[in-house]
């Protein structure tokens, strides 16, 4: 289930980390009360939606990222899918201090919290998992909606400009999942807000089950210094499933 719930999620939340050699903290307050939502089609059908919220937390001590992926119209006659991602992000350095999955697929339920202790090494992390017990990772490593940010806020331009392949490093699903993204020029696409000039970037696939090339996944950001991503993109061997961003909030 890990792996099938990584592919359906990133297919609204790629690109989510930061470079495993630099961290750079996020000026949080750009994203501060950012809401994003997507509507998810097979083809000409209409078969779910998804939204991404920053805001500050109370309950939490700092922010919180909350990423929310759910099944709707006939589609739920035989699958009802509802997948909620929520990360505690410390807004200092901008890491993790928890991380939890809420994944629901028909009558099958998965839950699970990590807790990312930084303080007890000084040359690595300890992920405790309420379902694995304890894990050693890199100090830096970031789960992947924390990382989405620092992509967004400290990357994206880098990657541009010297053109090579990000190298990617996130803690999801009680495993370190390590990933390439190649930058894939520029293109303009029709959307419901009008023309709009985007940066394409595509994650490296794994050639098996879900895709039969290493470059089956698309991902634009809006052109400009907000890098919204308005498009994703999954041609898989049973056809291609397209996000498009439907509406954005700044609340604040």
């Known amino acids: 289930m890990a792996y099938l719930s990584y592919i359906l999620f990133t297919c609204f939340i790629s690109l989510l980390t930061t470079r495993s050699y630099r961290i750079d903290s996020p000026d949080v307050s750009d994203y501060e009360n950012e809401a994003m939502h997507?509507?998810?089609?097979?083809?000409?059908?209409?078969?779910?939606?998804?939204?991404?919220?920053f805001s500050d937390s109370t309950n939490c001590g700092d922010y919180i990222i909350k990423a929310e992926a759910r099944s709707t119209g006939l589609i739920t006659l035989v699958k009802r899918l509802n997948y909620i991602y929520e990360s505690c992000m410390n807004t200092r350095t901008g890491l993790p201090l928890r991380f939890k999955m809420d994944l629901t697929d028909n009558r099958n339920y998965y839950f699970n919290e990590m807790v990312f202790d930084r303080n007890s090494r000084d040359d690595s992390t300890i992920v405790r998992s309420h379902?694995?017990?304890?894990?050693?990772?890199?100090?830096d490593i970031h789960d992947i909606l924390t990382g989405f940010?620092?992509?967004?806020?400290?990357?994206i331009?880098?990657?541009?400009?010297?053109?090579k392949d990000v190298i990617i490093e996130t803690y999801f699903s009680d495993e370190v999942w390590?990933?390439?993204?190649?930058?894939?020029?520029?293109?303009?696409?029709?959307?419901?807000f009008?023309?709009?000039?985007?940066?394409?970037?595509?994650?490296?696939?794994?050639?098996?089950?879900?895709?039969?090339?290493?470059?089956?996944?698309t991902v634009w950001f809006t052109d400009d210094e907000n890098h919204i991503p308005v498009r994703i993109k999954l041609n898989l061997t049973i056809g291609a499933i397209d996000g498009y961003l439907v509406?954005?909030?700044?609340?604040?």
């Open 178 to 192: 390590n990933l390439h993204i190649r930058y894939a020029g520029k293109e303009s696409l029709n959307t419901r």
């Open 194 to 217: 009008g023309k709009v000039n985007c940066l394409k970037f595509k994650p490296v696939t794994i050639i098996g089950d879900f895709f039969k090339n290493d470059d089956d996944m």
């Open 131 to 139: 379902l694995s017990g304890s894990h050693v990772v890199s100090k």
């Open 149 to 155: 940010y620092h992509f967004r806020q400290n990357y």
């Open 38 to 53: 997507y509507r998810i089609n097979y083809g000409i059908f209409h078969i779910g939606e998804a939204e991404i919220l």
């Open 157 to 163: 331009s880098e990657v541009i400009k010297d053109g």
């Open 247 to 252: 509406d954005y909030q700044k609340l604040k």
